[in-house]
């Protein structure tokens, strides 16, 4: 399996991505945000977490208009496999491959621990390593964190189980306590908490390596 | 010409910093400030006879989040 890591000017989390991402398996590529094009062959694109372009604008926002998110949001239309963590998935939100916005935490402050998330769903190549109901602790960092989308949107999110995470107790206001969530064809997964944190015991746990081995799994077998 | 662009968090989405900015004004002792919202202004220099629809492009496409924000432009 052939993963992408992108890197943006602030990111600071694309080594931990490519250090989870080998654990399980992957042959990674590191490729800079001002290539306009993936190496050929890449199955799975990890956007990584950070604070790209210094969160100018909006967090996400300059990031989601240089030249290598044409290629991503190119690479997600072919129905491949794209995952944003944190400022990752701010990026993936303005892009428009996930719906919804992060927004400011809800009381104004930057979290930075491990909390509990329910896994709301199995049904996608991220999440297939855990039963729907587990919960599962991983770190999360992040002073903009709030999901917010229109009641439409998270009707169908919900009526389609599309909510991959949900917190158990919410951190940041986040609507209907969401975590990460699915695109239509569940390729396409943003979460604000840090699986790619959670894959050494020496760093406080291993939750979330069932997330890269699943993916890994699942791609695998494609 | 320059153009300023207005970014506003539409009506309805909660706005946390202006909250706080609210609750800051009523320990400094302003009473009966009841709501803030906090907003962006940005200046555009642009090149003489930039069309309204090409700045608006820029706000769909940059500028604003349109999930959340409204956005109003001023030719100055």
């Known amino acids: 399996m052939r993963a992408a890591v992108i890197v943006f000017p602030g990111s600071n989390c694309d080594r931990d991505m490519a250090v989870a991402l080998q654990a399980a398996g992957a042959d990674v590529s590191m490729v800079w945000h001002k290539d306009a094009a993936l190496p050929a062959g890449i199955d799975l694109v990890a956007i990584p977490g950070g604070f790209s372009f210094g969160d100018y604008l909006r967090c996400g926002a300059i990031a989601a208009n240089s030249p290598i998110c044409k290629a991503v949001v190119d690479h997600a239309a072919q129905g491949g496999y794209v995952l944003g963590v944190c400022n990752g998935f701010q990026v993936l939100t303005e892009t428009g491959l996930l719906p919804g916005i992060l927004m400011r935490n809800a009381n104004l402050k930057f979290i930075c621990k491990t909390i509990d998330l329910k896994v709301e769903t199995s049904a996608s190549a991220f999440t297939e390593g855990y039963n729907a109901g587990d919960v599962v602790g991983f770190p999360v960092a992040h002073h903009d964190g709030n999901y917010t989308v229109d009641d439409d949107t998270l009707a169908k999110l919900e009526g389609e189980d599309r909510v991959a995470f949900r917190y158990t107790q919410n951190p940041n206001g986040s609507v209907a306590d969401i975590a990460g969530v699915l695109s239509e064809n569940r390729r396409v997964l943003g979460l604000m908490p840090h699986p790619e944190r959670a894959v050494d015991a020496g760093h406080g746990g291993t939750d979330g390596q069932a997330l890269f081995r699943g993916l890994l799994g699942q791609l695998a077998q494609a | ?76």
């Open chain 2, 1 to 76: 010409m320059k153009a300023r662009v207005h970014v506003m968090l539409k009506n309805g989405v909660l706005d946390p910093q202006g909250e706080a900015v609210r609750h800051a004004l009523g320990s400094l002792g302003f009473d009966g400030v009841e709501g803030v919202r906090q907003g962006k202004v940005i200046e555009l220099d642009l090149a003489d006879g930039t069309s309204e629809s090409t700045i608006n492009d820029m706000c769909e496409k940059l500028l604003a989040n349109t999930v959340i924000e409204s956005y109003r432009v001023e030719v100055i």
